[in-house]
């Protein structure tokens, strides 16, 4: 089993004010995709971010965050709004995966998983594993849940990995994103970063300038971090530059690709 994250800053364009998918990286990927699976069956399953769509709602009301009762009610709308938002994103994925001839089948997080301060506590994924035995491509993505303790919360596609590796014990676990790996520190802000082929450790970073632009969920300090998660659980994990053609192709054929492993040795 593979899972692939595709992450928001490939698929939106994080820094435009409105939502914006990015149509042609979409297509390139969707394509790449079905290239790798019309070669050789694979169980794959499909993770991708909110980018654009979802951070800045999440921003707005503060989702995540403490609130008074009194603003019970303005939250939850805030979390309908969010929760549609990604919605939106999803279904332009998905329609540019089917129309490539990509059996996709969206299950958002919202409907079936709750967490207890931002951390996933329940899930049921015995359904993955239905769709997945029929050949189907589950496709899940960055979203609002539950929350015992905070009523509300964001959960990011980079935790969804952490949760569904944990629990489903895939062979490979890939990330696509827009740079190359993981750098000593941002390396489209830092000349200077160096670039890691294996990563083991929070400290191996400069700085903590994980955050880009409207990103509520951590940017590239947050995939680590829950990378790491794994790691200790013994599971490894890539991360790629989907920006670069061929790559997504590569990786699922099993051929080499520059990125970074995350590992705790
Ligand atoms: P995605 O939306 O693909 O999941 P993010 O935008 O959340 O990814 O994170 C990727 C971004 O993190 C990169 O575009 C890069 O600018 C930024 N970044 C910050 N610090 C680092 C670092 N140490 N190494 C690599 N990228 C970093």
Same mark, same amino acid.
Not at 6 to 12: M, N, Q, R, V
Not at 222 to 229: N, S
């Given at each position: 089993?593979?899972?692939?994250k595709?992450?928001?800053?490939?698929?939106?364009n994080k820094?435009?004010?409105?939502s914006?998918?990015?149509?042609?990286?979409l297509?390139r990927i969707?394509g790449?995709?079905?290239?790798?699976?019309?070669?050789?069956k694979k169980e794959l399953?499909?993770?991708?971010?909110?980018g654009?769509?979802?951070?800045?709602?999440?921003?707005k009301?503060?989702?995540?965050?403490?609130?008074?009762?009194?603003?019970?009610p303005?939250k939850?709308?805030?979390f309908?709004e969010?929760q549609n938002?990604?919605?939106?994103?999803?279904?332009?994925?998905?329609e540019?995966?089917?129309?490539?001839?990509?059996?996709?089948?969206?299950?958002?997080?919202?409907?079936f998983i709750?967490?207890?301060?931002?951390?996933?506590?329940?899930?049921?994924?015995?359904l993955?594993k239905r769709y997945?035995?029929?050949?189907?491509i589950?496709?899940?993505?960055?979203d609002?849940?539950?929350?015992?303790d905070l009523?509300?919360?964001v959960?990011?596609?980079?935790?969804?990995?952490?949760?569904?590796?944990?629990?489903l014990n895939? +062979? @490979?676990?890939?990330?696509? /994103?827009? !740079? #190359?790996?993981?750098y000593s520190?941002n390396? %489209?802000?830092h000349?200077?970063?160096?670039?890691y082929?294996?990563?083991?450790s929070?400290e191996?970073? +400069? @700085?903590?300038?994980g955050t /880009?632009? !409207? #990103?509520?969920?951590g940017g590239?300090v947050? %995939?680590?971090?829950?990378?790491?998660?794994l790691a200790d659980?013994?599971?490894?994990?890539?991360i790629?530059?989907?920006e670069?053609?061929d790559?997504?192709?590569?990786?699922?054929?099993?051929?080499?690709v %520059?990125?970074?492993?995350?590992?705790?040795?």
């Open positions: 089993m593979i899972i692939l595709i992450g928001g800053s490939i698929l939106t820094d435009a004010s409105e914006e998918v990015d149509e042609v990286s297509k969707a790449e995709i079905k290239r790798s699976l019309d070669n050789s399953i499909i993770v991708h971010g909110a654009s769509f979802g951070h800045p709602p999440a921003k009301y503060r989702i995540g965050e403490e609130f008074e009762e009194d603003e019970f303005e939850r709308v805030g309908c969010i938002a990604v919605k939106k994103l999803n279904m332009l994925i998905c540019a995966f089917i129309d490539e001839g990509l059996p996709v089948i969206a299950l958002p997080a919202s409907s709750t967490a207890s301060s931002k951390r996933i506590t329940s899930g049921n994924l015995d993955f997945l035995s029929k050949g189907f589950p496709i899940i993505y960055g609002v849940v539950l929350d015992d009523e509300f919360c959960i990011s596609g980079d935790q969804l990995i952490q949760y569904l590796a944990m629990n895939p +062979d @490979t676990v890939v990330l696509g /994103t827009d !740079v #190359d790996g993981v520190k390396p %489209k802000t000349d200077d970063a160096v670039f082929e294996r990563f083991t929070i191996d970073l +400069d @700085t903590f300038e /880009t632009n !409207v #990103d509520v969920t590239m947050g %995939k680590i971090k829950e990378l790491l998660y659980l013994g599971i490894e994990s890539k790629i530059n989907a670069i053609e790559n997504i192709y590569k990786v699922l054929e099993n051929e080499t %520059k990125g970074t492993v995350i590992s705790r040795s």
